[in-house]
């Protein structure tokens, strides 16, 4: 039975290998269409990223150590009912210098296309576990976000050498590069 978070809430992960799905129903005619990405920044002690590539995304897809595989951009919005965008993770492959996992999701190019996730429906972060299939927990953001264009969905975070999730929902009216430089070492 899967655990419906709420903002802020967490949960013990108990697993090794995960699948975090990501999905949104973009409105229709909105007049341009619209390309969410998702990015999994790897954080360390100093609440930076370890390295460049530990940023995960469309441009890189796999992590350093192998524990982060970003399964590729849907860039035609969604309007699907099944996850959008997903990433596969092994947290046994995890570096020790790892301290958690930031998952984010902007609107690309929101500025120019005049686009907020107050435009974006059903979004939503979920916990999947990779050898059954079983969702674990799920996280839909039931904030306006009028405004904003990027989020903090949520994240993975070490504690005492087991894993956790937080819902996070945390919105930011910025880029991709606004999360860039605020995690960049």
Do not use: C
């Amino acid at each position: 039975m899967a655990i419906s978070l709420q903002k802020g809430q967490k949960v013990d992960i108990g697993l090794s290998k995960i699948i975090v799905g990501l999905g949104w129903n973009p409105n229709e005619g909105t007049g341009q269409t619209f390309d969410l990405d998702t990015s999994a920044f790897m954080i360390g002690e100093n609440r930076k990223l370890v390295s460049d590539a530990h940023f995960v995304f469309y441009n890189n897809s796999d992590s350093p150590d192998g524990a982060v595989h970003y399964n590729g951009d849907d860039t035609t919005g969604g309007n699907s009912t099944d996850d959008d965008e997903t990433i596969l993770i092994d947290l046994d492959k995890v570096g020790a210098d790892v301290k958690e996992i930031l998952f984010v999701v902007t609107i690309h190019e929101a500025a120019a296309r005049k686009q907020n996730f107050g435009q974006v429906r059903n979004s939503y972060i979920r916990i999947v576990d990779q050898n059954t299939s079983a969702e674990i927990a799920k996280y839909e953001l039931d904030e306006d976000f009028s405004i904003e264009t990027g989020i903090e969905f949520g994240r993975l975070y070490r504690r005492n050498n087991l894993w956790k999730f937080e819902a996070s929902g945390i919105g930011q009216k910025e880029d991709l590069g606004f999360f860039l430089n605020k995690y960049n070492s």
